[in-house]
């Protein structure tokens, strides 16, 4: 690894996480790694500005799925976790 000049900027360390995908007989599938990001370790102004964690309230989840019913629409799952993934960072992150 490669130790980079960070020039004055706050370094967020970060972890290795290992993981044994076992499928359902007891065998081992697959080996899964990612790295993480250690959060706690970023300081606000310099790394970061705001937080932005959406939580839907239940009140709008239950109007959501009553208009749906009420206009016999057909209802869908989407998932958006991986819109993060996907995108062009803005930004450079010393890790």
């Known amino acids: ?27 081992l599938d697959k080996y899964k790694a990612r790295i993480v990001a250690k959060g706690i370790t970023r300081v606000y102004g310099l790394d970061f500005t705001d937080n932005f964690s959406p939580t839907p309230m239940v009140g709008g989840v239950r109007y959501v ?10 209802q869908a799952q989407g998932d958006v976790s991986g819109a993060c993934l996907n995108s062009t960072p803005s930004v450079t992150r010393w890790v």
């Open 1 to 27: 690894m490669t130790l980079l000049e960070s020039n004055g900027k706050n370094i967020t360390q970060s972890k290795l996480l290992y993981k044994l995908k076992i499928i359902s007989d007891g065998n």
């Open 65 to 74: 799925l009553i208009y749906i019913l009420q206009h016999k629409l057909k």
